[in-house]
């Protein structure tokens, strides 16, 4: 475990809200957990509350009836949550202990310390808010809402942005989605991505093809949370047209699961029965941590990862234990999940708590993502060297990947804000250029994990485990890159690189053998192929896209010594790998 570092200044450095000063998002609601012991076997019921093994819990049922407290069950009926893990559908953690105390307003502290006391009740915790992972960048660009109005009906067609979305192209700029939507199920067909957070503007024109809406909870109304939603799922899963923007994956299943009115273990959770395995659920949120006691900041210093609580440790665990995938925001607190801090057990908390940001402990499972900088440039603008920490990512030895964190292009509009990049009266054509965080990183993974995912299924191939995937997110991709003060030990992981993965997942995709003849294609044709170096190899051409002059002058000498000795990878007609030995 090592100190907290303090964040530098210069590029990449910016903090969270417009123009760096910080932002809230309304309406994130606290929650007071319970956690029941084991022996209890409490049964929670609107009538009272029962024991299933004869305890007596009469003391309990009268604090609830005399406070008007409702004890919920957090994760649904217990009878049934004990028949699902008797019959093997998830080995993870006992859900049926965990429950939600309704009722408490603002005495939930005051009342959090009595429940705990009871008999029957191993613990009781308040959490605080889970807000959006997104950092909004400023200033914000665009007009009022009263300018440049934009009415679909008889208004232009929106342009088509998919030149702005870097994070398409080919690695290290982004994850190779061109390439993947080329291969069979490389565009994520056969695959549902469910999104946990908390609104979404559900009748974007760019989210129509695959969008299945909401499968639980109720959106919050804020239009800030709208627009988070409603870039994440753009990123994801925008349709492919002519215009707007593209998702990584345009035809995986996209859904949506509101923690609005019941939690965000509940919503992880809800979703999860809902998926199988190979499916993903990407969780949006992160929430003040013990940096700073807890305490909501417009910053967003000190938040973390939901993983933390025990609750929502659960319910990830739960759902990693039935082959889904999930993937979480690290958060954007400019934390380091390594530090000493985590390690101390709040009192709060059931005894049997471990820190999940140790790897040495029992992990949640999930896969947790850092914010990269964008290569310097991205939108006319400089964050730091590209794949470099940026300052508000939390980082340490538990996160696996990164994903752009700045400049990401998507659905939706700015924070609070019509679309910078376009805005008007219509909701529904809004688009941004800014979609920042832990929260756009995150996306950006999942992404590549269901083009991933399509491809095997394409292949007949059953789906990366939750193990496998974070494996796979951390043995390839583009590494991460130092910055001033903000070194790559201060691990945010690799970009993902969905055409290295793939040389690993299917090895049989992948071909090799020697190059008989080579063709050095410095004019290509046409004109918008791009530079070329075309190896015979296996009785085929194939084609090294923009080959560096290095390589380019090995084959050279290698073929005009007489006894070339270049040895080939490819799939399908493009080269993958390339050695020259002679």
Do not use: C
């Amino acid at each position: 475990m090592t100190d907290q570092v303090q964040p530098a200044q210069g590029p990449g450095t910016t903090g969270p809200g417009p123009d760096g000063a910080g932002f809230t998002y309304r309406g994130a609601e606290r929650e007071l957990i319970v956690v029941a012991r084991p022996e209890a076997r409490l049964r929670a019921r609107a009538e009272g509350v029962h024991s299933a093994a004869g305890a007596d819990v009469s003391a309990l049922d009268m604090f609830l009836s005399d406070e008007q407290l409702v004890l919920e069950p957090l994760f649904g009926s217990e009878e049934r949550l004990r028949q699902s893990a008797a019959a093997g559908t998830g080995s993870g953690p006992d859900l049926a202990l965990f429950y939600r105390l309704r009722g408490a307003g603002g005495r939930a502290q005051e009342l959090r310390a009595r429940i705990a006391a009871l008999p029957g009740i191993d613990a009781a915790y308040v959490k605080p808010g889970a807000v959006p992972a997104a950092p909004e960048p400023g200033p914000w660009t665009g007009g009022s809402s009263e300018d440049g109005r934009r009415l679909k009906e008889g208004a232009p067609v929106t342009p088509d942005f998919t030149s702005r979305q870097g994070y398409l192209r080919p690695a290290p700029e982004g994850v190779d989605a061109y390439w993947a939507w080329q291969r069979p199920g490389g565009s994520g067909r056969g695959v549902t991505v469910i999104d946990v957070e908390g609104a979404w503007q559900l009748g974007h024109e760019d989210l129509a093809s695959k969008l299945a809406g909401v499968v639980v909870g109720t959106p919050h109304t804020d239009l800030a949370w709208r627009n988070h939603g409603t870039a994440a799922i753009g990123v994801i899963g925008g349709d492919r047209d002519e215009h707007g923007i593209t998702g990584i994956v345009p035809d995986a299943v996209t859904a949506a699961a509101s923690v609005r009115g019941i939690g965000t273990a509940a919503a992880i959770h809800a979703a999860a029965e809902r998926l199988g395995p190979g499916d993903i659920i990407l969780v949006e949120l992160h929430a003040p941590g013990p940096r700073f006691d807890f305490e909501e900041r417009d910053s967003q210093a000190g938040y973390i990862a939901l993983e933390w609580w025990p609750d929502d440790f659960a319910a990830v665990q739960d759902a990693t234990s039935r082959g889904i995938l999930v993937v979480a925001a690290a958060g954007n607190g400019a934390e380091s999940l390594d530090d000493a801090l985590y390690e101390r057990r709040p009192p709060e908390f059931p005894e049997w708590w471990r820190n999940p940001f140790n790897p040495s402990n029992p992990s949640s499972g999930a896969i947790l993502v850092g914010a990269g900088a964008p290569p310097p440039g991205t939108h006319g603008r400089d964050h730091g060297p590209d794949r470099s920490r940026l300052a508000f990512s939390n980082h340490g030895a538990r996160v696996d990947a990164q994903g752009w964190g700045r400049e990401v292009t998507t659905t939706g509009g700015f924070w609070d804000r019509p679309g910078d990049l376009q805005g008007g009266a219509e909701e529904i054509a809004w688009y941004t250029d800014t979609f920042s965080g832990t929260s756009s990183a995150s996306p950006v993974v999942v992404g590549a994990l269901a083009a991933l995912q399509g491809m095997l299924k394409a292949a007949g191939r059953p789906p990366m485990s939750p193990e496998r995937a974070r494996e796979l997110l951390r043995s390839t991709g583009s590494p991460q890159q130092d910055a001033p003060d903000r070194p790559a030990s201060q691990r945010i992981g690799s970009r993902p690189d969905i055409r290295a993965a793939v040389t690993r997942l299917l090895p049989e995709a992948v071909g090799s053998g020697r190059a008989e003849r080579y063709w050095d294609e410095l004019l290509p044709y046409p004109r918008e192929l791009p530079p070329r170096l075309r190896l015979y190899v296996s009785g085929a051409w194939r084609n090294l896209d923009h080959p560096s002059p290095e390589i380019r002058q090995a084959v050279h000498s290698a073929f005009a010594g007489g006894r070339p000795d270049v040895r080939v990878w490819f799939s399908d007609d493009e080269i993958v790998g390339l050695v020259v030995t002679g």
